[in-house]
């Protein structure tokens, strides 16, 4: 999946990869993150 | 006791248990009160709350538990187990949300305010999700990703070797046994065992830990926790 140039909502979850983590992966390929929180599913 | 109880909650959602018992310690060593019972229970609007994961997996629904624990905490008798006030973690504001800066904050800061390190406790207590609940629910394995958390640290620190990870994880984690919902969350169900491992004399210290949430409050987006360190009575029975 090519995320360049896309607009990334992210839902991380506390237990897991959150919602910072995910971030960082995003605008690493290049997407626009422009949503972010981290829930807790468990 | 002179006179009759009151009482007052405490809300902080999965962290709850361990604010209370914090706040419940201080109340008594302050000398405001003499006795003070944390109670708590399930929470009932959560029953069921993976049901689509489960029944996709092929297992029943076994989020199907009103679980529910009371602690009595008050003075030294001298076969109890010592809340150190002095050895409390938090989480502030600020301070990051990821993984590693939650327990830098609730875990490492308090050791290295006592000049301990991590492997000066015995036992970490994290938020003891069952895996055979979890795992068929999509949620992973919660305790194991937590020590393996705590031991990464603790190899980023150098107080072990990486290889030693597994070891850490066996001899100062514990698989997790908790319901999970309705749940006890945190770190508290473990006291029960910790004091009969002190009674037995195989255990001199053990953090619990709470990692909770104030955006499920919906009050902000920031991560909120905290922790405490317990060790034996000075004279304590060892039955």
């Known amino acids: 999946m090519n995320l360049e140039g896309k607009q990334v909502v992210v839902i991380g979850e506390r237990e897991g990869v959150n919602g910072p983590s995910l971030r960082l992966l995003a605008e690493s390929a290049q997407a626009k993150v422009v949503f972010s929180v981290t829930q807790c599913f468990v | ?239």
């Open chain 2, 1 to 239: 006791m002179t006179s009759a109880p009151t009482g007052a909650d405490i809300k902080a959602f999965c962290a709850a248990p361990v604010h209370a018992l914090i706040t419940a310690g201080a109340m008594v060593a302050s000398g405001l009160y003499q006795y003070v019972v944390v109670l708590g229970g399930a929470s009932q609007a959560k029953i069921g709350m993976k049901f689509r994961a489960h029944l996709r997996n092929g297992v029943p629904i076994m989020e199907d538990t009103l679980a529910g624990m009371a602690f009595v905490v008050g003075p030294d008798n001298g076969d109890g187990m010592k809340i150190r006030l002095d050895l409390t973690g938090k989480h502030p504001i600020g301070a990051g949300s990821s993984s590693q800066a939650v327990y830098q904050s609730l875990v490492v800061a308090p050791l290295e305010r006592a000049g301990l390190t991590m492997t000066d406790v015995d036992r970490y207590a994290v938020e003891m999700h069952n895996p055979e609940i979890t795992e068929p629910g999509d949620s992973g394995d919660v305790p194991k990703t937590n020590y393996r958390t705590l031991a990464a640290m603790a190899v980023l620190r150098g107080e072990i070797e990486r290889e030693d990870m597994d070891e850490f994880v066996a001899a100062r984690g514990m698989p997790g046994f908790s319901q999970t919902q309705g749940h006890i969350p945190a770190g508290v169900p473990y006291l029960g065992h910790a004091h009969a491992a002190m009674r037995r004399g195989e255990l001199s210290r053990a953090m619990i830990v709470a990692k909770g949430s104030l955006f499920l409050g919906r009050m902000t987006q920031l991560v909120d926790g905290v922790s405490f360190v317990i060790e034996p009575s000075e004279g304590m029975n060892k039955t």
